[in-house]
């Protein structure tokens, strides 16, 4: 899940954030924690919400707020949480995020609460999110050599090699014959090199390597030399030395895994897969997000076959058509496994029943999203879902039920809940029932006139036409 701006949601979810800000000022800790909590649940990945919502905890908590006995019973009473979280981490990182959550809003500084935040959140590939925890846990354990490591990918993830650099350097002063401190620090470089060199504007065919060059004289000198600089000779680079390691640890997880990466990011999918399989069949217990990758590896070898295509050769459409008929048939039979051998995760049931859907069979559909209903996080949306397969049964007062059901439980008037109400007015429309239609329209067009093709019912409706 890529994390978001304040500019990339609804207006709803903008107000709430205007007013919880505004609390934050007035010191309404309590007002502001709830405020942003609310739009967290529904937009998990918003970093600046969640520095907002921290900036509150950590104010709330005040300095008394880290006493003796704060720091010996810290999480005491929320071990259950703890193993919750732990639970979800793999299967669901954004559901062991929320859970992580939960444990800091009873201590903000909860040292369990955010490590698990933060490999929840690297999980969910929301580093900026980590490094707010991971910034916590490194003050408080600045000598832990595997927090600062971690500590250092998060800020090279989210985009500041300089200071996970600079942080690594330090650590190496500190172990100078430790490899895995000197390989890290050896990656953040190699990347920090590429972004401040530009290169990534050359792999895409624009600018120039005299525009990366300060120095016009030694631009000069080097296309005398007619030397080259490829970004990919940082990645393969790398693939070397990954796999020289391989060699000596060939059962190192993280070194698998780093090198099926590498060969992704290359569309070397069938090396990378290779490595994530082996990985999965050494490590010592199942690993539902490493199945869920590989799945989505194999997507992208399909895709990468699509666009690999001739789309001047005439059996291009036939082509195209097979790859996607394998691609969609791929995809439902990986969710499908997946959900035979992880039976309880409600997120894989979810997902299930949105390809059965997709791919026309309704019944199968309907009993995955009967099952992911018990998901907290994905309640709302299976019933939205159920009363679609309803609908193309033609059990219209079961639909209209569901989604009935599904509004009083939405807290809001976000675009989930426009959704509902339009679906639920199309329902009653097809009962014949117009009052009730137009009831569920009005809501929307009260707030949001321009919301599909709601204006043009209500408008129809007050002039007779309806």
């Known amino acids: 899940m890529p994390e978001k701006s304040l500019n990339e949601i609804p207006r709803d979810l903008r107000a709430l954030y205007t007013r919880g800000a505004d609390a934050l000022q007035r010191d309404n800790f309590d007002y502001a924690i709830d405020l942003f909590t609310q739009i967290l649940t529904k937009e998990p990945g918003l970093y600046e919400i969640r520095k907002a919502l921290r900036t509150a905890q950590i104010k709330k908590a005040g300095d008394g707020g880290r006493g003796f006995f704060k720091k010996v019973f810290s999480g005491a009473g929320?071990?259950?949480?703890?193993?919750?979280?732990?639970?979800?981490?793999?299967?669901?990182?954004?559901?062991?995020?929320?859970?992580?959550?939960?444990?800091?809003?009873?201590?903000?500084?909860?040292?369990?609460?955010?490590?698990?935040?933060?490999?929840?959140?690297?999980?969910?590939?929301?580093?900026?999110?980590?490094?707010?925890?991971?910034?916590?846990?490194?003050?408080?354990?600045?000598?832990?050599?595997?927090?600062?490591?971690?500590?250092?990918?998060?800020?090279?993830?989210?985009?500041?090699?300089?200071?996970?650099?600079?942080?690594?350097?330090?650590?190496?002063?500190?172990?100078?014959?430790?490899?895995?401190?000197?390989?890290a620090l050896k990656n953040v470089s190699a990347r920090k090199t590429m972004d401040e060199g530009g290169y990534s504007g050359l792999e895409g065919g624009q600018g120039s390597y005299r525009d990366i060059l300060k120095n016009k004289e030694e631009a000069v000198s080097l296309e005398q030399e007619k030397r080259q600089v490829k970004t990919e000779d940082v990645a393969d680079r790398l693939i070397k030395e990954y796999e020289a390691r391989l060699k000596t640890e060939p059962n190192n997880l993280k070194v698998l895994r780093d090198l099926g990466d590498l060969y992704a990011q290359k569309h070397q999918y069938d090396r990378a897969l290779e490595l994530f399989q082996k990985s999965i069949s050494d490590a010592s217990a199942a690993d539902s997000a490493m199945d869920a990758k590989i799945a989505h590896v194999r997507l992208k070898k399909f895709d990468h076959e699509l666009s690999q295509l001739d789309n001047t050769s005439p059996e291009y459409a036939e082509k195209m058509a097979q790859i996607k008929t394998e691609r969609a048939a791929f995809q439902l039979e990986a969710c499908r496994k997946r959900a035979?051998?992880?039976?309880?995760?409600?997120?894989?049931?979810?997902?299930?029943?949105?390809?059965?859907?997709?791919a026309g069979k309704v019944s199968e559909a309907i009993q995955e999203f009967?099952?992911?209903?018990?998901?907290?996080?994905?309640?709302?949306?299976?019933?939205?879902?159920?009363?679609?397969?309803?609908?193309?049964?033609?059990?219209?007062?079961?639909?209209?039920?569901?989604?009935?059901?599904?509004?009083?439980?939405?807290?809001?008037?976000?675009?989930?809940?426009?959704?509902?109400?339009?679906?639920?007015?199309?329902?009653?429309?097809?009962?014949?029932?117009?009052?009730?239609?137009m009831e569920q329209f009005k809501q929307i067009y009260e707030v949001d006139i321009g919301y599909k093709d709601v204006a043009a019912k209500v408008d129809a409706f007050y002039s007779g036409g309806g």
């Open 370 to 437: 009967q099952k992911a209903i018990n998901n907290p996080h994905r309640r709302i949306q299976s019933m939205g879902y159920l009363a679609q397969c309803f609908a193309k049964r033609g059990m219209n007062d079961m639909a209209a039920k569901r989604l009935q059901e599904a509004l009083k439980e939405k807290v809001g008037f976000d675009d989930e809940r426009k959704e509902l109400l339009y679906n639920l007015g199309c329902i009653f429309e097809k009962m014949s029932k117009k009052e009730e239609a």
């Open 78 to 183: 929320s071990s259950h949480l703890i193993g919750m979280g732990q639970l979800s981490l793999r299967k669901n990182p954004v559901e062991a995020i929320q859970i992580a959550e939960q444990i800091i809003a009873g201590d903000a500084y909860s040292g369990p609460g955010h490590k698990l935040l933060a490999e929840a959140a690297m999980a969910a590939e929301m580093p900026k999110t980590a490094v707010l925890s991971l910034e916590i846990l490194a003050k408080n354990s600045p000598a832990d050599k595997a927090l600062s490591l971690q500590f250092a990918e998060a800020l090279a993830a989210s985009g500041d090699q300089t200071r996970a650099e600079n942080l690594l350097a330090q650590l190496r002063r500190q172990h100078p014959n430790d490899n895995e401190v000197h390989m």
């Open 340 to 358: 035979e051998k992880y039976p309880t995760d409600l997120q894989i049931r979810f997902e299930l029943g949105q390809l059965y859907l997709e």
